[in-house]
């Protein structure tokens, strides 16, 4: 699975007046939005930085779910999974808080589907199954992803 990042991409693009950003594999371009010259849409540099922090925070958990990845000196897996959900739960907060477009079902079942899964995670056992996880990260990212693109 890739993640949102390598999804959506990361890369900037801003054309003001026209419908393009994180453009490395086209979350939306003039060409996928056909857009007119006429139209005015753009993406405020605020919201490109909370996207990015968003999908910067979703990678910081899917790794930390790999249980081949070495946990910080010092920290547990459940310390570093819990953190990282920290993370990715206040950059929700932040889109839901300050882009109402966020404030829909297709964001908020999602992101509480996630916090269930991390607690329904088995830390005691050796191996833990993260693919629930993985999957309501997984939806979570294509939710804010679809919603920034019906946006625009």
């Known amino acids: 699975m890739c993640g949102f990042v390598e999804r959506f991409g990361t890369r900037r693009s801003r054309l003001r007046g026209r419908a393009s950003v994180m453009s490395s594999s086209s979350l939306c371009s003039n060409h996928d939005l056909n857009c007119d ?7 405020s540099d605020d919201l490109v930085t909370d996207i990015e922090r968003f999908a910067a925070y979703a990678e910081r958990l899917r790794r930390s779910l790999d249980s ?4 910080p000196e010092g920290e ?3 310390v570093s999974v819990h953190s990282a959900l920290s993370m990715v739960s206040q950059s929700v907060r932040d889109l839901l808080v ?3 477009i966020f404030k829909t079902s297709q964001v908020l079942l999602p992101a509480s589907q996630l916090v269930h899964s991390v ?9 833990v199954d993260a693919s629930r996880t993985l999957s309501c990260l997984e939806k979570l990212e294509v939710a804010v992803g679809n919603t920034l693109k019906q946006s625009l």
């Open 119 to 127: 607690k329904e995670l088995n830390f005691d056992n050796s191996n």
């Open 68 to 71: 081949s990845t070495s946990v």
């Open 37 to 43: 010259s006429d139209q005015d849409q753009f993406l």
């Open 76 to 78: 547990s897996m459940c």
């Open 98 to 100: 300050r882009y109402p």
